[in-house]
């Protein structure tokens, strides 16, 4: 067995390479490797356009800022989890500035946008650029840091010691295929993260990039942690509207700055279903997109800046004018047709505030985890904040606790002798299409018990037919991300079916309004393999 590593981060977003400078900061000695899926920034936090909600200006205030997360969050924020954050959020972006992330400034000043639900201008940002500037800033310095930077390697599993009898222990690696060499790789760890973001590809219509797949939240279940919330997934109001786009996303500041969303016809209509209009949070304008399209039979819904000086329009959000141009849309000219898309899963892994799992020596940071701080709903650009803070919170533990932490016993390597390559690959990708399709029509923006149902059956039969696939063939990369996108699915349709009420981001026509009569409460499930040695 290879010499064990210090940490292994399992994600290479805002969340995980925080966490690996953190840790090599203060100790530089220390074996750090970092695993990417894809290149080291194709992630979610590469294409995160809106910017960093922090407390920086003399008339804002924590407070104010607690509670606009508290509002967005529907009854289900972790108070806790939330003051934690936000108390934190100027030393993050002052670590950002510190690591050589250029945002952009108002005279002498940082300028400071207001997206949706946000009660002041609070929100720093690059242009409309800001996960970019992020990604390839923190990229830049992990790449000169002695981390070990492991591209194109997809995370099988972690791996938890075996104790006596059928009882796990601690986490102690993890197995990940190579997706260049082939073949799956032993990573021996003192300590594991997971920092593999969110699940939205679990949906027909993404925002995220093709890499949203759920990959830690399905692994963190199947290694014995909880998982909450997952019902709560937040739909991205306007995505470009174009069958060559991808559903690129047209960012919230848009709105901020002043954007109006229209009919087809020319009319407003937010002020019809919030009395904050355009401003409203993102679950309740995405709610009223969808109403308004399906009521009226239309394909998508425009948002107009135009009204707004083009030079103003151009200087702000140079990368939506530029993309948008492409598909011969003038954003200083005319209004850009946009749609809801899945964009931010708000559940996720259970952690504490140090970003501890369920599981010795495994944490998971970032959209990966369910902290607390976004309870039913993410306030606008807490994202980001949230995987900064989450970083350094748990360089702090890991940097606590290293020494005291055994390495790892011997472990085997994978062993795939008895298997054989698939033949069948149109298995795979005929799965892949079905499930993501039926999570869209069933799980959707607004969802009914009878469609839950339904979609629970398809599930089943995916989740038995994967299993008996993965039992037989020498995995590969689609087939390990089929494998945690069905898992994720039904995490989320069992989440769904038992919320029975409409709350935050889940919306259900069987039961249109919160329970007012017991308190909020949050959707935990717990797999057969949890241990309660500690209660988060």
């Known amino acids: 067995m290879a010499e064990p590593y210090d940490l292994l981060v399992i994600g290479s977003g805002a969340a995980g390479l925080t966490l690996a400078l953190s840790v090599l900061a203060e100790r530089p000695q220390a074996r750090v490797a970092v695993l990417a899926k894809n290149a080291l920034s194709e992630g979610s936090t ?4 809106g910017g960093i909600a922090a407390v920086l200006d003399a008339t804002d205030s924590t407070e104010s800022h607690i509670l606009d997360t508290l509002s967005a969050g529907a009854g289900l924020c972790n108070p806790a989890a939330v003051r934690f954050v936000v108390e934190n959020g100027r030393r993050a972006i002052e670590w950002l500035i510190g690591q050589g992330v250029a945002f952009d400034r108002e005279g002498s000043a940082y300028h400071l946008t207001r997206e949706g639900g946000h009660s002041h201008r609070r929100v720093i940002h690059s242009a409309d650029a800001t996960g970019k500037a992020v990604q390839t800033t923190l990229e830049a310095r992990a790449r000169e840091s002695g981390a070990e930077l492991f591209e194109e390697h997809i995370a099988v599993d972690v791996i938890r010691e075996k104790l006596s009898g059928d009882r796990l222990g601690r986490c102690v690696g993890a197995y990940a295929l190579d997706r260049l060499g082939g073949g799956v790789k032993l990573f021996p760890a003192r300590m594991v993260a997971l920092a593999t973001g969110g699940a939205s590809r679990v949906y027909l219509y993404s925002s995220n990039p093709d890499g949203s797949t759920g990959d830690g939240i399905a692994i963190g279940w199947r290694a014995g942690c909880r998982v909450a919330n997952m019902e709560f997934g937040q739909f991205h109001p306007t995505c470009l509207y174009h069958p060559r786009a991808k559903s690129f996303l047209v960012t919230e500041a848009v709105r901020g700055e002043g954007g109006r969303l229209l009919r087809p016809d020319g009319t407003r209509f937010m002020d019809e279903y919030d009395p904050r209009g355009e401003l409203a949070p993102r679950d309740i304008v995405a709610r009223a997109i969808d109403d308004v399209m399906k009521r009226l039979g239309c394909e998508c819904v425009y948002l107009d800046i135009s009204h707004k000086p083009a030079e103003f329009v151009t200087s702000h959000f140079p990368n939506i004018h530029a993309k948008c141009l492409e598909f011969g849309v003038d954003i200083t000219r005319e209004p850009i047709p946009v749609v809801p898309a899945a964009h931010y899963t708000c559940g996720g892994v259970v952690t504490d505030l140090s970003g501890r799992t369920d599981v010795d ?17 993410r306030l606008a650009s807490n994202s980001l904040l949230e995987g900064l803070v989450f970083g350094a919170a748990a360089a702090s533990d890991i940097l606590a606790r290293l020494g005291e932490v055994a390495p790892p016993p011997e472990l085997a390597s994978w062993d795939d002798t008895w298997v054989t390559d698939s033949d069948e690959m149109v298995v795979v990708a005929h799965n892949w299409g079905e499930l993501r399709r039926f999570m869209w029509d069933y799980v959707g923006i607004v969802r009914s018990t009878k469609r839950l149902e339904r979609a629970k059956h398809r599930v089943r039969l995916l989740l038995d037919e994967i299993a008996e696939y993965y039992g037989s063939f020498r995995v590969g ?6 494998r945690n996108l069905a898992m994720v699915a039904d995490l989320i349709i069992r989440s769904a079916l038992i919320r029975r009420e409409s709350r935050g981001l889940h919306s259900t026509i069987d039961f249109p309004a919160p329970d007012t009569i017991a308190p909020p409460q949050n959707t935990i499930l717990v797999p057969k393999n949890f241990s309660a040695r500690r209660v988060l």
Do not use: K
């Open 361 to 377: 020596n495994l944490y998971a940071i970032g959209e990966v985890a369910c902290t607390g701080l976004h309870g039913a709903n």
């Open 477 to 482: 990369n689609d087939l390990l991300e089929l």
């Open 46 to 49: 590469m294409y995160a356009q």
